[in-house]
């Protein structure tokens, strides 16, 4: 059974943690996540702000490393996906 509710709040709570110890990774993670349980419950608005977010700690934390290998973390390889599609041209 799935706990969408359950699952919110404890992404929410990451966040929070991840905030406040800086932890940019976990942050990127847990708005990544939190992004996908909020479009399966039909809020595309709250979702579409999260992930961009994730994408956004993701770029950051790339340009601070001044390397890619940053988006071959096993944690961050889903997030990193939306990097490299986003940034691909339209076909």
């Given at each position: 059974m799935k706990d969408y509710a359950r699952a919110r709040q404890d992404l929410e709570t990451a966040i929070q943690k991840g905030e406040s110890l800086g932890?940019?990774?976990l942050l990127a993670r847990a708005h990544y996540m939190l992004a996908q349980v909020l479009a399966l419950t039909g809020n595309a608005a709250e979702a579409s702000r999260h992930s961009k977010e994730a994408l956004r700690l993701l770029e950051?934390?790339?340009r601070e490393a001044r390397s890619d290998?940053?988006?071959q973390r096993d944690?961050?390889?889903p997030i990193a996906k939306l990097v490299l599609s986003s940034?691909?041209?339209p076909a």
């Open positions: 932890a940019r990774a950051e934390m790339r290998s940053l988006l944690d961050l390889k940034a691909k041209p």
